[in-house]
């Protein structure tokens, strides 16, 4: 499931068209539905809906059925133990709600672009601004998404190189090199930030004072770290000296 966060392709569909808002608000919607509803034939017709709403977005076939298949499984072993307990109606309330679910995320997933998705969470979180910018929580939900995926390949990477030695069942021989790698990616994430100046944009960054700067000083030439220049003594005071 995690490949499937890069589900999105342009598309000229009505889930596409509709507002990033509409689409969180039915997917929060059905699954309140889903879980307050208990009858199989309601279920099963939600499911169909979900499965047609999510063909409807054309998404790329082989991540989807991946996934969903993934989804699928999941669903019939609920299925076989609901059966085995002796309830039959639960075991395909159960069935269909999950499939449903899945589908209709992915069917959001499909049609909703990053960018309309970081909006959206930016917009959420505007009544927060007293507390942390919008634009930070944008940014966090955008490398969130983007760790994800990335800590899932160094884990698989490592178990493939954990193979290849002969140490597939060596959880020190996964488990090390990826949280070295994955701690590695967080550093560089880090100082990626830092360049661009990310993690300084906040109402409480500290600006170090300069090396030469004058104490009391509020000059541009104090705050640059230029040398304080001291007025030159006339020509007369210092005939007069002599």
Known sequence: MISLLGLYRPRNTPLHRAPAWFKMLLLLGMSITCLVVSDPVTSI??????LLLLASTLPPAKATLRGMGFIVLIAALTTVFQVWRGEYIRALDL??????????AL???CSTSMGEMLDFVTALARPLRWILPPETIGVMVALTLRAIPEAARILVEARVAARARGLDRSVRAILIPSASRTVGFALQLGQALHARGIAESGRGAHVPEP???????GSPAARLGEPPVRDATPPDSESGAR
């Open 95 to 104: 069935a269909g709600d999950l499939i449903s679910i899945a589908a209709l």
């Open 211 to 217: 090396v030469g700067a004058v104490e009391g000083e």
């Open 45 to 50: 017709g939600i499911t169909l809906a979900c």
């Open 107 to 109: 069917a959001v997933s």
